[in-house]
């Protein structure tokens, strides 16, 4: 064989003996076939079979199979980032004349989704109130096919009846879908409640270090699979293996992650009413939370984000205190091992439970820091805002 044969053909190597824990990282475009009928043919290997990188390989199955089996549904798909979860699922299944309905908390991007490009081609949507429960019955209209629901509601964490809203959509022919990402299929399964989709922000929990971006949708029925992979196969949407293989890292120890930060947060949000410059604390294991009784009826626990609500005449102290963080960062996307803290804008997204724009809400992500140095921070904030 001459030399620049040689440097494209690679030899087969052993793999007899090779047994690793970790998944392997296959990367692909073409893929080749023994003969020129099996290539013919290969549209005949169907959605489980491998036939082109862009629709799979045996790393990004690896996730698919895993999230499929924690959140006990059929068959998953990964897709870039959460966003395009929730945007390929309203693609896969809504068509012009047909309408969603959204909550009002719902992650803004959605609302925008619906706004700025659903709607100007024909696909009406209507935004609800999370807390509706089996009221979502009276704004059920012929033309409603889907029912998007988020459970807790981003930054202020109302939590769904999502078996409610499930069974009264399937009852009327309505397909439901569910932003899992604050529970992750540890903490809550959206599938066993009765929805159809159950959508993750793999970016968040499953990553859990901040260095990657991916989202995936899981069904229970081969169905509503097959409609999600036409929209992806149309649009020339698939995932990088190697980000697969970084959530397939980040997945081992998603559970320890969670537990660890899961308890701090709750342990803070709890000391954290008691501060002076603190009007509300929003989260799901507080009893003054809204919808708190749902999460304790479905939810296995709570995961590390929640959020503050700062008294109005310190409004304007907020941004200047937070010079004073020295542990905590700035930024959104949360889930990782650095906590985080973001002031929201809420009252801009909200249409149907009106936001008192002279709080202000802070969300909060707790990471692996150490605990006490994370609280000394978050004290040392917030005195600086108590300061005047
Ligand atoms: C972050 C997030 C998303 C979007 O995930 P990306 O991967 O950043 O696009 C969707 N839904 C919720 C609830 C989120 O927190």
Known sequence: MHDLTRCVQHPAVSHEGFASLAVPTYRASTIVYDDPQSFARRAERGLDGYTYGLHGTPTTRTLEAQLTDLHGGVRTVLVPSGQAAVAVTMLAVLLPGQKVLIPDTVYPPVRRLCEDYLAPRGIEFAIYDPLIGDGIAGIIDSKTHLIWMESPGSGTMEV????????IARAKGVLTGCDNTWASPLLFKPLAHGADFAVEALTKYVGGHSDLLLG??????????????????????????????????????????????????????????ASPVVSRVLHPALPSCPGHEMWKRDFAGSSAVFSIVVKPEFKDRVYPAMAALRVFAIGASWGGTHSLIAPMNVESDRSVRPWDASESLLRISIGLEEPGELWADLASFLAAIAAT
């Open 216 to 273: 995936s949708i899981t069904v229970k029925d081969l169905s509503l699979r097959k409609a999600l992979k036409d929209v992806l196969r149309m649009l020339g949407i698939g995932v990088s293996p190697d980000e697969a293989a970084l959530a397939l890292r980040g997945i081992e120890t998603m559970g320890v992650r969670m537990a660890h930060a899961g308890r701090v947060a709750k342990d803070f949000a709890e000391r954290l009413q």
């Open 160 to 167: 769904q009846d999502v078996p409610a809203i499930a069974a």
